[in-house]
């Protein structure tokens, strides 16, 4: 049985934000371009305020991937995520 690469390169997502209107435009940003390009990823949405100071961001949304902070404060574009996940 072959193993498939993308298994081993599943990618954690968490999206940082307390659920205002910039905060759900990039979740959804974000799952269409993990679904639109099949890639292996878990989507997270972190709205605990506790949870997101211990990444410490003070500006949402905030889109963190394995761990690391990527981009704050701002939506970026399906490209920039595209880019960021590649």
Do not use: H, W, Y
């Not at 990823?41 to 500006?59: G, L, R």
């Amino acid at each position: 049985m072959a193993i498939n690469k993308t298994n081993i390169m599943s990618k954690t997502i968490k999206i940082l934000g307390t659920g205002c209107p910039k905060c759900q435009t990039m979740t959804s940003l974000v799952k269409d371009v993990v679904t639109e390009n099949n890639i292996d990823a878990t989507i997270e949405k972190v709205e605990d305020i506790m949870e997101i100071m211990k990444f410490n961001v003070m500006t949402t949304p905030a889109l963190v991937i394995d761990d690391v902070i990527t981009i704050k404060g701002r939506i970026p574009s399906k490209d920039e995520v595209l880019k960021l996940l590649n």
